[in-house]
């Protein structure tokens, strides 16, 4: 099982997942579990390879010292043991010691007659075998005499227990544990204090908002290392997000309660003279005052509402891939009520080919459509909507015969609410602001030309989505 499917299995038996810390801790814990198996298979093959060692060169010895005591006397070769050759070998009182001296024809000159015979005919060969039910190690040494009275090959074999070399291989192992259990308390140690220390910046952060005042929408600004400013830049951004969502709703109701408040009581004390008028004539010019007002407030409400929505799908609708040339179809489309067009007063001028951006549709439209409504509202002559590509982007210009904006009005360009004078004739203003906060989302940007004598020209300039990337 993989060590996040571990986790998560761990997690969700408990009910609730793992915190950072045990993560890290228990995947510590997992490589210092493995590395100490290891450590520990290492270590007990070395003490036996390394216990192996130092008793076979003791039994070499000890066969080379009988194998050398060896002489021909009257054609016979004779065996002199000296004491000294398992001197060393009997320094492990457990242990017991045999030996074998034979000669060529394979007779057994001295020593136990059931010690195994060497599997190879090397003049020096090591094996294992049994004596008398016990686990041994033996040596076999051949000696070659070539004299007078005698020549072959004696062969000396000494053979002796394993209980020794067992118990050193078993003592280097355990040294070797007890080193690597010190050492697994210092990395642990050592690990503890890492995990605490990493984890402070993410306390910090932590900290900081919860320290915060719940208006304060400012980024943070905290230092932490590089693996976790991506976690503060996301914070940054949400916290930005957020910031316009309740700015936007905050000026909504703001706008609502200031610019709906006196339509609606002109409204009302227009419904209450009508209510009050005997005169037909003079009753009949109230009303048509009261649906002239009560036109322009839904418009204005309808625009209001149009804002706050574009501000919102700015920071949550996944922009896609579209023509360009379609949202102005389909924005125009909204004022063909069948005459318009017909009297030339609004018209299409659209490039061949398909002008594709990334963005949302529905705030495109709406940007587009509040451009039209600008122009034909407060401009003059035919209004002239174009979509053309160059330079990697693509521009959509919304052209009028009026007379246009000063420098100083086009600096105001996007703010809502401008008065009368600020604006090309009346109005509010939040058509272009709408427009406005839409380009801003998709990375575009709105112009007018007011260096222009032939009429009012808006522009938005939207960078072109190539088809490979294309979602």
Same mark, same amino acid.
């Given at each position: ?24 801790? *228990? ?12 450590? @520990?298979?290492?270590?007990?093959? !070395? ?36 004491? @000294?050759?398992?001197? *060393? ?9 045999? !030996?074998?001296?034979? +000669? ?8 136990? +007659? &059931? *010690?195994?015979?060497?599997?190879? %005919? ?39 227990? /394993? ?20 050492? $697994? ?27 915060? &005042?719940?208006?304060? *929408? /400012? ?51 227009? #419904? ?21 007002? =009560? ?20 920071? =949550? ?19 063909? &009520? ?19 951006? #990334? $963005? ?39 052209? %009028? ?8 009005? #086009? ?31 998709? $990375?575009?940007?709105?112009?007018? +030309? ?22």
């Amino acid at each position: 099982m993989p060590v996040n499917s571990a986790f998560r299995h761990i997690g969700a038996r408990n009910g609730r997942p793992l915190s950072l810390a045990s993560r890290l801790f *228990l995947a510590i814990g997992l490589i210092l579990l493995t590395g100490g198996i290891i450590v @520990t298979a290492a270590a007990l093959a !070395y003490g036996h390879q390394a216990a192996r060692n130092a008793f076979d060169r003791l039994l070499v010895g000890a066969a080379n010292q009988i194998s050398a005591s060896i002489s021909i006397v009257e054609g016979d070769p004779l065996v002199d043991l000296p004491v @000294t050759a398992l001197e *060393l070998l009997a320094l492990a009182p457990e242990d017991r010691i045999a !030996y074998r001296v034979i +000669d060529p024809q394979g007779v057994t000159l001295t020593g136990y +007659d &059931d *010690l195994a015979l060497p599997p190879t %005919d090397t003049d020096l060969s090591f094996f294992d075998g049994t004596f008398a039910g016990d686990p041994v190690r033996l040596v076999a040494v051949r000696r070659h005499f070539a004299e007078r009275g005698f020549s072959g090959t004696v062969t000396t074999i000494v053979a002796h227990t /394993t209980i020794a070399r067992q118990a050193l291989a078993w003592d280097i192992a355990r040294n070797a544990w007890m080193m690597l259990a010190v050492a $697994g308390i210092g990395m642990v140690a050592l690990a503890v204090f890492s995990i605490r220390s990493a984890l402070v910046p993410l306390k910090r952060i932590g900290q900081d908002l919860l320290a915060r &005042d719940p208006k304060d *929408l /400012t980024p943070l600004d905290i230092a932490v290392p590089r693996e976790l400013r991506a976690i503060v830049d996301s914070i940054n951004r949400f916290i930005t997000r957020l910031h316009r969502q309740i700015d936007g709703m905050q000026n909504l109701i703001s706008d609502s309660a200031h610019q709906l408040r006196t339509p609606i009581s002109a409204l009302r004390a227009q #419904a209450q003279l009508a209510a009050e008028e005997q005169d037909p004539h003079r009753q009949s010019e109230i009303v048509s005052k009261i649906l002239t007002r =009560s036109v322009g407030l839904s418009r204005l409400t309808d625009q209001m509402l149009n804002r706050a929505l574009v501000i919102h799908r700015g920071d =949550s609708a996944a922009h896609k891939r579209i023509d360009l040339r379609r949202v102005a179809m389909a924005a125009a489309e909204v004022f063909d &009520d069948g005459a318009i067009f017909e009297a030339g007063r609004l018209h299409l001028d659209l490039c061949e080919t398909p002008a594709w951006v #990334a $963005g949302d549709a529905l705030s495109l439209q709406e940007a587009v459509k509040n451009l039209i409504s600008n122009a034909l509202q407060h401009g003059a002559g035919r209004v002239t909507i174009a979509v053309l590509c160059q330079g990697g982007q693509a521009v959509l210009t919304v052209h %009028d015969q009026g007379k246009g904006m000063t420098a100083e009005q #086009a600096h105001l360009l996007g703010q809502r609410f401008l008065s009368a004078d600020q604006h090309r004739t009346s109005g509010t203003g939040i058509g272009l602001s709408i427009a406005h906060a839409v380009a801003h989302a998709h $990375g575009a940007t709105m112009a007018v +030309d007011i260096a222009s004598n032939t009429g009012f020209t808006i522009s938005l300039t939207i960078p072109l989505q190539h088809e490979e990337r294309a979602p």
